[in-house]
């Protein structure tokens, strides 16, 4: 009797408690009682009754996922879970998004970023006036593991997935191998497709274009990202690269804006972008495309 007793009493608390403000005792005086603000710490206890102390703790909430994994999320479909951690491939394999990078120097954040560094700096599509700002790479940071997971994890199991895609430079016989994964084939056919019939100008470009390479980046022992089939360099006669100018310091670029635009509307980001410009250089990226990830675009000052 006593157990039931007891049973009824923290029934009828449970209760009062979930009724809360808006509740059925909603305007009524509570005698002695005390119900947390939304603003408060809703871990701290509540005094509900003379005597009785009780420790409301926080509602179930949805931990709150990094939109960077959001982007992933959406670019990838190999991604089967995100959660506030680090997300989750359908193969099984898990990558955490904070490492602990944050205080690192940039070369030993290239060298080994995590999911966060990749994700940190934003690309902004479209035309822009302006060199990149120092040090601003977005898509630089590669996490190695992720790629080999997506699209092959050594150049045997690369290759098999790869597709050979014409330029239109108007010679038969010149073809660029990229991955077929995530149908980057037929984005890159679409963008080549878009280029021809009016604008044949810029054909030269695309001569001596180059996609799949199994190799480092120079000068690093990092994967380059033509080692996954997912980036293409155009004519390096037309292209700039901030290796080349060691010293000079001076923003080169000779690549129109047409075909950039181009490239980043099938989710391929452009290297002449980077403070450490690569203006041949086109990849696959397209997480750093989503519009909840791009720059936020900042509006023309007219008193400029
Ligand atoms: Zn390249």
């Known amino acids: 009797m006593h157990v039931r007793m007891s049973i009824i009493f923290v029934a009828l608390l449970v209760l009062s408690m979930c009724t809360g403000p808006q509740g059925k005792n909603r305007g009524q005086k509570r005698s002695a009682a005390t119900v947390a603000s939304p603003g408060k710490n809703l871990s701290e206890p509540?005094?509900?009754a003379p005597g009785k102390v009780i420790t409301v703790r926080p509602s179930h909430q949805d931990p709150v996922v990094p939109i960077g994994l959001r982007c992933i999320k959406r670019a990838y479909p190999q991604v089967r879970s995100i959660d506030a951690h680090g997300l989750t491939l359908i193969s099984g394999e898990r990558f955490i998004w904070d490492r602990g990078r944050d205080h690192m120097s940039l070369k030993r954040r290239l060298e080994d970023p995590d999911l966060k560094t990749m994700m940190s700096q934003c690309y902004s599509p479209g035309r822009h006036g302006t060199p990149p700002l120092v040090n601003h790479d977005p898509?630089?940071?590669?996490?190695?593991?992720?790629?080999?997971a997506i699209y092959g994890k050594r150049s045997s199991s690369v290759i098999k997935h790869l597709?050979?895609?014409?330029?239109?430079?108007?010679?038969?016989?010149?073809?660029?191998r990229v991955s077929s994964i995530n149908a980057i084939d037929e984005?890159?056919?679409r963008i080549f497709g878009g280029l021809t019939a009016p604008k044949?100008?810029?054909?030269?470009?695309f001569?001596?274009?180059?996609?799949?390479?199994w190799r480092t980046v120079a000068g690093t022992a990092r994967l380059s990202a033509h080692s996954f089939g997912i980036a293409i360099d155009i004519n390096p006669k037309y292209g700039d690269y901030w290796r080349w100018d060691r010293g000079a310091d001076v923003y080169k670029n000779r690549v129109p804006v047409e075909i950039v635009t181009a490239f980043e509307g099938e989710g391929f980001i452009w290297g002449g972008k980077w403070y450490h410009y690569d203006t041949m250089h086109f990849e696959y990226r397209p997480e750093l495309l989503d519009p909840e990830c791009i720059c936020p675009v900042v509006p023309d000052n007219p008193a400029l």
């Open 187 to 189: 984005r890159l056919a």
């Open 46 to 48: 509540v005094r509900h």
């Open 163 to 176: 597709k050979s895609v014409t330029p239109p430079v108007g010679k038969a016989g010149i073809r660029v």
């Open 139 to 148: 898509g630089r940071a590669r996490v190695e593991s992720f790629f080999r």
């Open 200 to 205: 044949m100008k810029f054909r030269a470009l």
């Open 207 to 213: 001569t001596g274009s180059a996609g799949y390479h």
